[in-house]
């Protein structure tokens, strides 16, 4: 049986893949609004925004994980997440659903030489019609 929803994830698109967060790293999906930009920031930071009264810096997520650039649309959204108290918006193309994955459905990602992209996931997750790149969103938000 699965334990207080560890195991639980928001599931959203990149270009055509699948990646998961765990659920209880999300406090919302928003969406697009008006993104201040913010000088010499970054080129992943993508600006800021109000929400509710809070300012929030904007992560490019695939410029972050260097798997091109987010072209906007209706279906664009921005997944507002914590991390150690660090509140970020995450830009993703499109937030699909919540899904549980059982720990055993979950393999450790793919070892290869220097591929920085391998170093922000922490499990791959299998359902039974697609796979669920899982991130890890500590070290994408401490890079």
Known sequence: MSSGGDNRYV????????YGLPIEKVISIEKIGEITRIPNA????KGVINLRGEVIPVVNLKRKLNIGDNEL???????????????????????????????????????????????????????????????????????
């Open 42 to 45: 970054p080129d992943y930071i």
């Open 73 to 143: 649309n209706m279906n664009s959204r921005i997944i507002v997440v914590n991390e150690d108290e660090m509140v970020v918006g995450l830009v993703v193309d499109f937030s699909s659903e919540v899904l549980e994955i059982d720990r055993e459905d979950i393999d450790k990602p793919p070892e290869t030489k220097d591929n920085q992209l391998i170093e922000y996931i922490s499990g791959i997750g299998k359902t039974s019609d697609r796979l669920i790149i899982i991130l890890d969103l500590l070290k994408i938000l401490m890079d």
């Open 11 to 18: 599931v959203f698109k990149l270009n055509q893949e699948y």
